[in-house]
């Protein structure tokens, strides 16, 4: 479970920088550890909405990082979560209590900046504000979801047999723009009999029996690391019924 929490933290922490998530909407991003993007068209004063400071975890680990690569240079970014997550179970309290304090001591800041802020603000800017802040909150809630699940080994949806048979003859197309070539790709598929697109209905067939074997797998992990909340609705519902 530490583990897991870990990998969570390290996904917040080391993903994209606020900077790389604002370069597609040319938005700013002040912090190379803020995920939140302010666009361009907001005033000045909104662009300069305060930064939540970093847990006292968080700090820790962005600290460590770089020692830990330096030191592991080969190692996975999972590899290093979970040797800088073992460190920081067994650290002191009277060391943690350092991490702690800077912490809540910016966290008092921040709440203060935040009223400053608001008060500056007219009602229709608040408004405005208070909305497009809800969208980017539901966006980087979305990124950071995804993110999450690939680093837990999420297995793969499986392909179906079409999309299986555009990833093989895009590699055997040549000299030609990606727009051509899926345009004469979707030209073939469609020519194609019954017949030959077996073969890919076959294999399409089986990347669905390796996606369930995978998945049965997967979620039996989260399940004993305590992350039910990542299991499928209808897992969820026949585990019920067979408790029944």
């Keep these: 479970m530490a583990l897991l929490r870990g990998v969570w933290c390290a996904v917040r922490t080391f993903g994209r920088s606020g900077v ?14 803020s995920f939140v993007c302010i666009p361009k068209f907001f005033s ?15 700090r820790f680990s962005t600290q460590q990082l770089p020692i830990f690569k330096a030191k592991h240079p080969d190692a996975k970014l999972s590899e290093l979560t979970k040797k800088i997550a073992a ?15 800077d ?19 007219t009602p229709s800017q608040l408004t405005t504000f208070e909305r497009e802040i809800r ?17 837990l080994g999420k297995p793969k ?53 390796r996606y369930d074997n995978e998945m049965r797998s997967w979620e039996e992990q989260m399940t004993e690391a305590g992350r039910t909340d990542l299991i499928r609705r209808t897992v969820k519902r026949l585990g019920k019924g067979a408790e029944r």
């Design 44 to 58: 000045s004063n909104v662009g300069n909405y305060p930064k939540k400071p970093m847990s006292s975890y968080l």
């Design 157 to 209: 949806r499986p392909r179906s047999a079409y999309n299986i048979y555009v990833s093989e003859s895009f590699q055997v197309a040549k000299d030609e723009s990606a727009q051509e070539k899926l345009k004469s790709v979707n030209k073939a598929w469609k020519n194609m009999s019954l017949a030959q697109k077996q073969v890919y209905v076959q294999l399409a067939k089986d990347d669905r029996i």
């Design 87 to 101: 460190v920081w179970r067994e650290l002191p309290d009277s060391e943690k209590k350092v991490y702690e304090d």
């Design 20 to 33: 790389e998530l604002c370069a597609g909407c040319g938005g700013h991003g002040h912090s190379p550890f």
């Design 135 to 151: 969208q980017k909150r539901l966006k980087k809630k979305a990124l950071i979801k995804r993110r999450e699940l690939v680093m």
């Design 103 to 121: 912490f809540k001591a910016d966290w008092k800041a921040y709440k203060e900046a935040v009223i400053r802020f608001r008060d500056r603000l």
